[in-house]
Nanobody, 121 residues
């Protein structure tokens, strides 16, 4: 059982920056993948950035060069640094964690509650 708590969303002008945080708690034996997704009104939920257990990252083309995913392993926390924000970045952002709860094989898939990011022109 894993619980994720997100923070850091808000209102910012175009060209500004925000940093999102996601803290994980509960039974975590090991982490497979952690990442961020977003969903804007009228759109599908889409991948923004993910990081595997070795620290390798993958980004959506729309955010490459502007967003950076990072983590604090000791605190079980993942971050999303968002720079040069654009109005099209406006969405609800969700944290996601794929983990194992024991030595037995099998993944647990956990989602955060979502945090609103609004970028004005």
């Amino acid at each position: 059982q894993v619980h994720l708590v997100e923070s850091g969303g808000g209102l910012v002008q175009a060209g500004g920056s925000l940093r999102l945080s996601c803290a994980a708690s509960g039974r975590i034996f090991s982490i497979n993948v952690m990442g961020w997704y977003r969903q804007a009104p009228g759109n599908q939920r889409e991948l923004v950035a993910v990081m595997d257990s070795g620290g390798d990252s993958t980004y959506a083309d729309s955010v490459k060069g502007r967003f950076t995913i990072s983590r604090d392993n000791a605190a079980n926390t993942v971050y999303l640094q968002m720079n040069s924000l654009k109005p099209e970045d406006t969405a609800v952002y969700y944290c996601n964690l794929k983990s194992r709860s024991s030595v037995a094989p099998g993944n647990e898939d956990t989602w955060g509650q979502g945090t609103q990011v609004t970028v004005s022109s």
